[in-house]
């Protein structure tokens, strides 16, 4: 075992790195080959992992909470009340008070949503992440590339003009599709650094095949997508970036997953029927949002770590936003080990187990969400602390704060309030430092979750 030292962004951290032969066997996932290739992406990915963790949690935390403040203080009620569940009837309608104009609720939305040139300035969405992935661009610095064939028929030379073609490109590119298409994955797809999958404007299902694997990347944006029914694929040769064909093992069938994946960014997803996880994020992923998504008939929806001896997984920082978590869901949204995780202003209207999970000590901010029981009363219980006695786990930093409890939900902190970050070196202006917006308000500030309706020439 070796230690290696990086002094990145002012800061020194110290790292243990396991040697390669002791590694590789416990972080392969799906890699049949780690050729030299891997062994370079893998030792790139991990520095990126420090580089992206920040040291000073409470102020990314108290950034996102000031926004969404500013939001709600500047937003007009529009004409509507009440959650429409049906995604079917909501997507698509006009985001309107009663004098007709185009009102967004929560920050990230209305950063863009009210543009009606959105389709002329897509890129200005790469300004609009919060939370811990609020540094990531995706494309931005690239070119548009249009997807205009839904095929997926050569995995290790994709057709150009499908989607496999587009993320295997080395270098930046903001990704559209020229009309609404149903793309049956044969395999993972594998995704490379500085993308964007943009789906407004076309109705987009990721669908009965595949998912998304963002292996080793950094900088990627996933948004206003379909992914449903995603299954295990048998593996084979694929390729994995313009210049390498890689051979894969079977896949999990998670919709996407994240390994080793840093600032990224997935924000106005459907997710429905995946047979493992919908979002996995492991193995030193961090800096990462997911916002504005909706989620049903599932079991494991979200996990966050999926080793108790994988330690990297500490420096994991991830923000949960503006979601709702709907019908027939069981369990882990999320389920964490290690990592801190900013759970904020979410809708929990369905679990069946429990809602939120975790073990081996990871920090769990709970602020603002609406939290409605099932009517199990043995499911009461938001909060799952697994493989842990209580003499370990009251030291655990589950903090919640603001959050609006119905039918009988209940959370059970432990730690102390406000020890779960250091007091920050270089804090922001007092000015940001506010409480988070309460749970009442969460209908508001998530009642377009998931994907969006986009049409040319009117706000999305």
């Known amino acids: 075992m070796a230690a290696k030292i990086l002094n990145i962004g002012g800061y020194v951290f110290v790292f243990f790195l396991l040697s390669l032969a002791t590694l590789a066997p416990q972080v392969r996932a799906n890699i049949a080959d780690f050729d030299d290739y891997w062994i370079q992406r893998q030792g790139d990915a991990l520095k990126q992992t420090l580089a992206s963790f920040d040291p000073n949690p409470l102020n990314v935390t108290n950034h996102l909470n000031y926004h969404v403040a500013l939001a709600v203080e500047t937003t007009e009620p529009i004409n509507n009340t009440r959650r429409e569940l049906s995604q079917g009837r909501r997507r ?45 661009t995706g494309g931005k610095d690239g070119p548009i590339y249009v997807v205009t064939d839904a095929s997926d028929d050569d995995l290790i030379n994709p057709k150009p003009g499908t989607l496999r073609h587009a993320v295997t490109r080395n270098g930046p590119l903001w990704i559209i599709f020229a009309r609404s298409m149903v793309l049956n994955l044969k395999q993972e797809l594998m995704m490379t650094s500085d993308k964007t999958i943009d789906g407004r404007g076309a109705r987009v299902y990721i669908m009965g095949g595949s998912g998304l694997t963002l292996q080793f990347v950094n900088n990627v944006i996933i948004h206003n997508i379909y992914i449903k029914h995603v299954v295990p694929a048998k593996g084979g040769l694929i390729r994995d970036s313009e210049n390498h064909v890689g051979l894969r093992t079977v896949s999990d069938g998670d919709g996407i997953n994240l390994f080793g994946a840093t600032n990224v960014w997935i924000d106005h997803v459907s997710m429905t029927r995946c047979s493992d ?87 769990i901010i709970s602020h603002g969400n609406r939290f409605i029981a099932p009517p199990n009363e043995q499911a009461k219980q938001i909060t799952k602390r697994e493989y842990t006695p209580y003499v370990n786990w009251k030291l655990w930093n589950w903090q919640s704060e603001g959050d609006y409890f119905l039918n009988g939900a209940y959370f059970v902190q432990s730690g102390k309030p406000n020890a779960w970050s250091p007091k920050p070196k270089i804090p922001i202006p007092k000015k940001f430092s506010i409480r988070p917006k309460p749970g009442t308000m969460v209908r508001e500030l998530t009642m377009d979750a998931g994907v969006l309706g986009c049409k040319q020439g009117q706000a999305c």
């Open 92 to 136: 698509g309608r006009k985001m309107q008070n009663k004098r007709g104009k185009c009102v967004a609720h929560n920050p990230i939305d209305k950063c863009w949503r009210c543009d009606r040139d959105w389709e002329k300035n897509r890129k200005k969405l790469a300004d609009c992440a919060l939370g811990f992935g609020r540094r990531t």
């Open 277 to 363: 996880g919908m979002i996995d994020a492991i193995i030193g992923s961090t800096a990462v949002t997911v916002s504005n998504s909706h989620f049903t008939d599932h079991q494991e929806v979200m996990l966050f770590g999926a080793n108790d001896k994988h330690e990297i997984d500490k420096k994991m920082q991830i923000t949960v936003a503006f979601n709702h978590f709907g019908k027939r869901l069981e369990q882990r949204m999320p389920r964490v080990r290690f990592g801190t995780i900013h759970v904020v202003n979410n809708d929990y209207t369905h679990w069946e187990m429990y809602a939120i999970g975790g073990n081996m000590n990871p920090t």
